[in-house]
């Protein structure tokens, strides 16, 4: 397939997932083969055959909640000419209006093949990351929602409670933060930037190790240049975290296995 061929899948794949994501599967089902492969996170989502597929998708269309999904990241990974595999990652979020709250990160594969001159999917395999959202055993994905709502209401009731801190500003204008709006610390010199859930950047005249003393425990330091407020990290991935506002954040690899040891025991 040329060049315009495989952007034409990759946008195909990814528009794919969005509808599904919305609660319409039928965008998907349409470009299956009659004997597609779906292999799904679920333990027991490894299904062969249009019809059990649109089963299961009918089934899962009844339980989940309408998502949003962004930041993703879609490359042509192997093209035959005939055939090609699209792989890609993304994150998964639940609109406000949802029962409840979600949001994690999924990895996708797509392999296409083009009949009649017509793009087709033969298999399809979606996942999350190990580590990422554990379920019991003979508990469905969407079961799991009730203990993250209870999680998320704890934190919401908790973030009301966190303190103000102080922050003077490099330009002499005293700053009165809310530290839950913080996403992450950066080190600059001998004073440090503060970066907001606003978007807003705010320049403190305040050396790093100072700053990382007036923080709550629901700070964690994962680089000697960074602080990130564990509430607003949403992937773990080797070596690097990601932020809530896509922003991805280094970790040296000697430290990696603590800090997401530690990030994993905060979340629980």
Not at 96 to 125: G, K, S
Not at 235 to 250: A, D, K
Request: net charge neutral.
């Amino acid at each position: 397939m040329n060049k315009k061929k495989e952007q034409e899948l990759v946008c195909l794949t990814e528009q794919c997932l969005k509808r599904y994501w919305e609660k319409d599967c039928e965008v998907m089902l349409s470009y299956c083969t009659d004997d597609i492969l779906w292999t799904g996170a679920e333990q027991k989502e490894y299904i062969m055959g249009i019809e059990a597929v649109r089963k299961n998708f009918t089934e899962l269309m009844n339980v989940i909640q309408p998502c949003i999904i962004s930041n993703g990241e879609f490359i042509v990974v192997q093209n035959t000419g005939n055939a090609c595999t699209v792989s890609g990652r993304y994150l998964v979020e639940t609109l406000p209006e949802a029962d409840y709250f979600l949001q994690a990160e999924q990895r996708c594969t797509f392999v296409w093949e083009r009949i009649n001159d017509e793009p087709r999917i033969r298999h399809m395999h979606v996942s999350n990351p190990i580590g990422e959202m554990k379920i019991v055993e003979g508990s469905r994905f969407v079961n799991e929602m009730g203990r993250m709502a209870k999680k998320y209401m704890d934190e919401k009731i908790h973030t009301i409670n966190r303190k103000k801190i102080v922050v003077e500003g490099i330009n002499g204008k005293v700053f009165f933060i809310n530290e839950s709006q913080i996403l992450y610390v950066e080190a600059k010199l001998r004073n440090c930037d503060i970066f907001m859930q606003n978007g807003e950047v705010i320049h403190g005249k305040m050396s790093f190790a100072d700053f990382e003393k007036s923080l709550d425990e629901y700070f964690v330091k994962v680089h000697r240049s960074y602080i990130v407020n564990i509430q607003h990290v949403t992937v773990i991935r080797f070596c690097e975290l990601v932020m809530s506002n896509g922003r991805v954040i280094p970790v040296p690899q000697k430290k990696y296995a603590k800090v997401r040891e530690e990030l994993m025991r905060r979340h629980i």
